[in-house]
Nanobody, 117 residues
Framework: VQLQASGGGSVQAGGSLKLSCLAS???????????LGWYRQAPGKQRELVAE???????NYQESVKGRFTISKNNSKKTVYLQMNSLEPEDTAVYYC?????????WGQGTQVTVSS
């Protein structure tokens, strides 16, 4: 199994980006029953949870991104997304997707998001 993240880039404050993470090689039933998450790590800071989609289907967000970011998934494509709107310079970081299956913990390679003021 490999998580292939994409969609990062450089935008000005107020702009939008949509990150994607494909769970290549993962069985469909495993993907649909897993917890999905997006994390980020800014320079000099610890990795932090940005958004998660629980096994039960509920979503949780870091307080600083509520109302601006949306996590979603497409089961048929085995892909998890992070729609990021109204981006701020403080959102600049490397973003990582994460899938917890219950027995395994998978991480994507990270995709850089840079927001300029």
């Amino acid at each position: 199994v490999q998580l292939q993240a994409s969609g990062g880039g450089s935008v000005q404050a107020g702009g939008s980006l949509k990150l994607s993470c494909l769970a290549s090689g993962m069985i469909w039933s495993t993907f649909t029953s897993s917890r999905l998450g997006w994390y980020r790590q800014a320079p000099g800071k610890q990795r932090e949870l940005v958004a998660e989609l629980t096994r039960g289907g509920s979503t949780n967000y870091q307080e600083s991104v509520k109302g601006r970011f949306t996590i979603s998934k497409n089961n048929s494509k085995k892909t998890v997304y992070l729609q990021m709107n109204s981006l701020e310079p403080e959102d600049t970081a490397v973003y990582y997707c994460n899938i917890e299956t219950g027995s395994q913990d998978y991480w994507g390679q990270g995709t850089q998001v840079t927001v300029s003021s």
